[in-house]
């Protein structure tokens, strides 16, 4: 059996015969604490990685720990940590890539780490081609090779695109991928 789904706009979608609505996650900040410029010093050596390292994207991780390794990055990995802390680690990082495991590849999972970083003053790499496709125009740096996504973080943050790309996807983010605004989509379409 074929569900069929109704595009509502970019990034939701109605199920009318389960009638459940679906979007992807987004920022926990709210628009007025976002950081209105993009944060980058080569000079930090660590990446912090607030996320989770399991059974299914352990290898990925393994082949993005040699890449920052390769690039003269210390990779520190928090499992768990407060929102605050979350904020502090990815703005305190020299860059902040986002990493997929084969099936959310395979699926097309947009993750919260997307609104999340980009909100928090960066703008992650990522070796999803949905992700990287996800606000159109092909904007986010991309690597299938996750050895070379340190590298790829760090050249665009230094291309002369880079703080544009930054300005329109936090606006971006402000209006329309905030935990308020996957709110009042959900009232709107009620």
């Not at 050596?45 to 996320?51: D, K, P, R, S, T």
């Not at 993005?64 to 940590?81: D, I, M, P, R, S």
């Not at 979350?86 to 780490?113: E, M, Q, T």
């Not at 695109?161 to 300005?167: E, P």
Request: glycine share 4%; charged share 25%; net charge neutral.
């Amino acid at each position: 059996m074929k569900i069929v789904l109704e595009k509502i706009n970019y990034f939701t979608y109605f199920d009318s015969k389960n009638k459940a609505l679906y979007q992807p996650w987004a920022t926990n900040l709210v628009a007025d604490q976002f950081d209105s410029f993009l944060d980058f010093d080569s000079s930090i050596n660590e990446i912090f990685y607030v996320g989770t390292v399991w059974g299914d994207n352990i290898n990925e991780m393994e082949k993005f720990y040699n890449g920052c390794l390769n690039a003269n990055k210390k990779l520190v990995f928090f499992n768990t940590a407060s929102d605050e802390e979350s904020k502090n680690l990815i703005r305190s990082s020299c860059v902040a890539p986002d990493v997929r495991a084969k099936h959310h590849l395979n699926v097309g999972y947009i993750p919260c780490r997307i609104f999340k970083n980009i909100s928090y003053g960066k703008i992650p790499a990522t070796n999803s081609k949905y992700v990287r496709d996800f606000f159109g125009l092909n904007l986010l740096p991309y690597s299938e090779n996750l050895e070379d996504l340190v590298k790829c973080n760090i050249d665009f943050y230094t291309s002369k695109k880079a703080k544009d790309v930054f300005l329109f996807l936090s606006n971006e983010i402000k209006e329309n991928h905030t935990f308020v605004t996957r709110i009042n989509h959900i009232l709107n379409f009620i």
